[in-house]
């Protein structure tokens, strides 16, 4: 289940808040804070789960060390320096502090950090292995429309929520209709632009069971921030058998007649896809499988009936930019009733 965003503040939040005679340590707070909810949770780069992803870490951590060697060596030369008795002054050691602390120091660390940082270029950027699952992305204004490659050659479409196969090597064509997009999934891995006009390839090898979160990390438009996805990480079976449901056209209930009319009555299918009905627009999400999703409106909110009720009324200034128009001019009735059948499309 995806963390809210606000427990992992309330967390830490609760370990710092009653410690009042710390004044000091809490006057810190907001930079730990900022710091440290940055290591766990689903969209943490720091908390890797995925082949590619632990070398990115073990990177910045040795970056860190290199950066806390330089500045530590120049504040230490500075300080030398102001401590020094006046008359001690004498040009040779002047010069000396100057090339040993702006020059020599940096280079060797930064050549370094550089060797090593070039090392792990192939490894991050091989390929992936022939059979992987491929999976077409492409990043639209703000959402992902996702499309499984199948061995037979037919595509499944679904959007903002993906599962992968674990200890699989995955591949993901990268591409965007209008705007460049970066997709990223921080715990998997790298990030890779998605270009207009051409297509990226990222290869991705998840070695841990569990939910993680991906993002846009290139801006976008003016929801850049609000165009997120869904990733799980499941053994093989659950990964076919999950493939399979998506494959399939959407049931509809005998209760649910009245709402899909309402969806259908509204226009609805002229920009959304619900298979196994005549809904085939292809502007937004496909919604066949609506229901089995964890969020809505791209990582926006827990796929819950109250928030869908919420998204129908206010689609613009929930995502400002969205295509979608809102339909606050429906009663409670028709919103709940659209709402009801969309829930319904596991
Ligand atoms: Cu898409 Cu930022």
């Not at 060596?73 to 401590?83: K, L, M």
């Not at 993680?212 to 003016?222: D, I, L, N, Q, T």
Request: with cysteine; glycine share 10%; charged share 20%.
């Amino acid at each position: 289940m995806p963390d809210e965003p606000s427990s992992q503040f309330t967390h830490f939040f609760g370990k710092l808040e009653p410690k009042q005679k710390y004044g000091q340590t809490l006057a810190l707070a907001p930079i730990a804070l900022a710091v440290l909810s940055g290591c766990h949770g689903p969209q943490s780069a720091l908390n890797p789960a995925g082949k590619g992803s632990a070398p990115i870490v073990d990177l910045t951590v040795w970056l860190t060390i290199g950066a806390a060697i330089v500045w530590f060596s120049v504040i230490g030369f500075a300080v030398y320096a102001i401590r020094l008795n006046p008359s001690a002054h004498n040009r040779r050691r002047a010069r000396r502090l100057i090339i040993g602390g702006g020059a020599v120091v940096p280079t060797i660390v930064l050549t370094v950090m550089l060797s090593y940082g070039l090392s792990m270029m192939p490894e991050q950027l091989a390929p992936a292995p022939d059979g992987s699952q491929r999976i077409h992305v492409s990043g639209e204004q703000w959402w992902w429309r996702f499309e499984y490659e199948l061995p037979s050659g037919e595509f499944v479409e679904t959007a903002n929520e993906i599962w992968l196969p674990l200890d699989e090597p995955v591949e993901f064509l990268l591409n965007s209709p209008d705007v460049i997009h970066s997709f990223w999934i921080p715990s998997l891995g790298r990030k890779l632009d998605m270009l207009p006009g051409t297509e990226t390839r990222l290869a991705l090898h998840p070695l841990k069971e569990g939910y993680y979160r991906g993002v846009c990390a290139e801006f976008c438009g003016e929801s850049h921030s609000l165009m997120a996805f869904d990733v799980k990480v499941v053994p093989r079976r659950d990964f076919d058998a999950w493939l399979e449901r998506q494959r399939s056209d959407a049931v509809i209930r005998s209760l649910e007649q009245e709402g899909a009319r309402t969806f259908t009555r509204n226009g609805c299918g002229a920009c959304h896809t619900v298979r196994g009905t005549f809904a085939d627009g292809s502007i937004g999400p496909d919604l066949t499988h609506f229901g089995s999703r964890e969020s809505i409106g791209a990582g926006l909110f827990k796929n819950r009936k109250d928030n869908l009720e919420g998204w129908l009324r206010k689609t613009d200034t929930l995502k400002p930019g969205v295509n979608m128009p809102h339909y606050a001019m429906l009663s409670n009735a028709e919103i709940g009733a659209i709402a009801d059948y969309l829930l319904s499309l596991k």
